[in-house]
């Protein structure tokens, strides 16, 4: 069977390693998979990729998503390239991941995914696939995208539009675009990511549930230098990570807690951009983004308990690598981070920083008994 993976990034952050990891055991199978992705590569010296655009073609369709609040609707050129590589290779499955990132005119390839004949898989990782603007909702309370979204209360959010507001428009387009595919499985990582989508446009698609799964070969309990790099031999860390901070990811409660815990433990945080890192207290270590997943799988292992504040996950990897490096983790309940310390291990608490730092207490001293 030929395979063709379409993501907009590849072999980097969770949903680039998630599809890069499932085109290894597809072709170790004797499949033939290629992976196209339209921002970012790393890792995939092994994975047959190819690039959909240029950097500059994600430029001007950003800045266009940006004014116009079209994001999706840019790189119709580097798109019907694109396309034409597609015909030639000719996939007996098409594999669909994030289509948003700014690389690729969903208008153009839904045309062609209408009649190619093809297979096609579409694992959802966010909720972008049937609002108006957003990627997730629930944060802010907004259930517009079960009738129509209009007046959309985060164009300041990724994708953010500084200008105009194409929630209306873009609602109307996504529906009449993704509805009505033939052949078309609709794959979600969580029960939490499938009631939403039963309750969209997509819901007349048939839905599978299926957990992410991480490279064990790379996240599993891993001796490293982290704790004496950074004078953190005597502390207990409480350990968050997350590729994208910002307020759903709970960063303000990872300050509240900061200033409950004393002089024992130490937080960091991993993924912070730079104006982000200069503004958080001094008790906090925060750092950037690991050069790669082995760095990373060090920082978990080290830990002795990974928080996961986030309020709104369709999975929550970090979780799931965190506890595959033998850490336990703490999760908020109501989130779909809950399924993943039901399924493997870790405990799901209400809502507030108080609430996390009797869980961060029990779990270290428990650890010490």
């Known amino acids: 069977m030929k395979y063709l993976f379409i993501n907009s990034v590849a072999g980097f952050g969770s949903t680039g390693r998630l599809a890069a990891q499932t085109c290894r055991e597809l072709v170790e199978q004797g499949n033939t998979c290629v992976l196209a992705f339209g921002r970012e590569e790393s890792s995939c010296a092994d994975v047959p990729t190819v690039r959909i655009g240029s950097p500059w073609d994600c430029r001007i369709h950003a800045l266009h998503s940006r004014i116009l609040d079209d994001q999706g609707f840019g790189s119709r050129a580097a798109t019907r390239r694109f396309l034409a590589w597609v015909r030639e290779y000719d996939p007996d499955v098409i594999w669909l991941h994030n289509l948003h990132g700014y690389y690729l005119h969903i208008g153009e390839l839904f045309e062609y995914l209408r009649t190619c004949g093809k297979e096609i898989r579409w694992t959802l990782h966010d909720c972008w696939s049937f609002t108006g603007h957003c990627a997730y909702f629930d944060f802010v309370g907004c259930d517009k995208w079960k009738r129509q979204c209009c ?170 690598e965190a506890r595959s490096c033998g850490t336990e983790a703490v999760v908020y309940q109501g989130t779909a981070c809950e399924e993943i310390v039901r399924q493997f291990g870790g405990v799901a608490v209400p809502w507030g920083a108080q609430h996390l730092l009797r869980a961060v207490l029990s779990i270290t001293e428990e650890s010490q008994v």
């Open 151 to 320: 007046h959309c209360p985060q164009l300041r959010s990724y994708p953010r539009s500084l200008l105009l507001d194409g929630s209306r428009r873009n609602f109307r387009r996504k529906k009449e675009l993704f509805t009505g595919i033939p052949n078309l499985t609709l794959i979600v990582p969580s029960h939490w990511l499938e009631s939403r989508v039963k309750q969209s446009f997509l819901g007349d698609y048939p839905v599978r549930v299926e957990y992410n799964r991480i490279d064990e070969g790379v996240f599993h309990p891993t001796p490293g230098n982290f704790r004496e790099k950074y004078g953190l031999e005597d502390k207990k860390i409480v350990l968050g990570v997350a590729s994208v901070w910002d307020a759903r990811k709970g960063l303000a409660d990872f300050v509240e807690l900061s200033a409950l815990l004393d002089e024992r433990f130490q937080i960091v945080l991993v993924g912070l951009r730079e104006n982000q890192r200069k503004g958080l207290p001094g008790n906090i270590l925060a750092l950037p983004r690991t050069a790669t997943a082995e760095e990373l799988a060090e920082i978990y292992t080290a830990a002795d308990v990974f928080v996961n504040p986030s309020a709104e996950e369709t999975f929550g990897m970090t979780t799931l």
